[in-house]
């Protein structure tokens, strides 16, 4: 994402004109100036971080909109989105999963959290153990490969996991692509160890499998 300095201009405008763009900021979930804003970055074909952002997470509802484990829920012109998820266990608990992208060019692009809510104590125990398996394999796997630097954090019924920059120039659609596939193997990955298919090894086999596999790794 690139960061772009933002000055106060004073504009002389038509005062119909500005009524239709609160109009139009108002149907968009936008305000006037963020619209005033697009408009002039798409007249002279400059992609703003806001766009850039709306078109990732766009691209990351349309990728996720056939899968039958996880259901997005997207607001266009926001910079976060959610996708739910139905864990394989008795009442059927459900997972959030929230994508977040930042404006700024960082280190970190944004960051993914995890939330949760049981009163299963063996449940909050099990899936902690397995954010902290995770954590384990990338610190093993993914880090030595691109070198970057992932802050985790484990709160009360919330995991994060910042999003690092991709360890490669890709377009909208490749970094869409590449946050869709992460969200879905840890979701994948999670249930399995959850219902006791898979063990320790099992999970880091199968993502480390993915990440060899992988053109764009965050």
């Not at 005033?36 to 349309?62: F, G, H, M």
């Not at 059927?92 to 970190?108: A, F, M």
Request: aromatic content about 10%.
């Amino acid at each position: 994402m690139v960061s772009m300095k933002k000055t106060l201009y004073s504009l002389m405008l038509n005062d119909e004109v500005v009524r239709e763009i609160d109009r139009l900021a108002h149907r968009t979930g936008s305000n006037r100036s963020a619209l005033i804003n697009q408009i002039l970055a798409e007249y002279v074909n400059y992609t703003t971080p806001e766009r850039r952002i709306n078109d990732v997470l766009s691209a990351i509802d349309a990728l996720m909109q056939p899968s039958r484990e996880l259901v997005p829920f997207f607001a266009p012109n926001s910079l976060s989105m959610s996708l739910k998820s139905s864990l394989e266990y008795k009442y059927r608990p459900t997972v959030k999963y929230e994508v977040e992208l930042y404006r700024g060019l960082e280190e970190s692009i944004g960051q993914i959290s995890v939330v949760f809510r049981t009163q299963s104590m063996a449940l909050i125990q099990a899936m902690t153990e397995f954010f902290r398996l995770w954590k384990r394999i990338e610190d093993t796997h993914l880090k030595p490969l691109t070198g970057a630097k992932i802050d985790y954090a484990l709160y009360d019924g919330k995991f994060v996991r910042s999003i690092s920059a991709p360890d490669r120039e890709c377009t909208t659609d490749e970094l869409a692509a590449a946050l869709s596939e992460y969200i879905k193997l840890f979701d994948k990955l999670m249930k399995a160890y959850l219902a006791g298919r898979l063990d320790d090894h099992d999970v880091e086999a199968a993502y480390f499998s993915q990440m060899r596999n992988s053109d764009v790794h965050i």
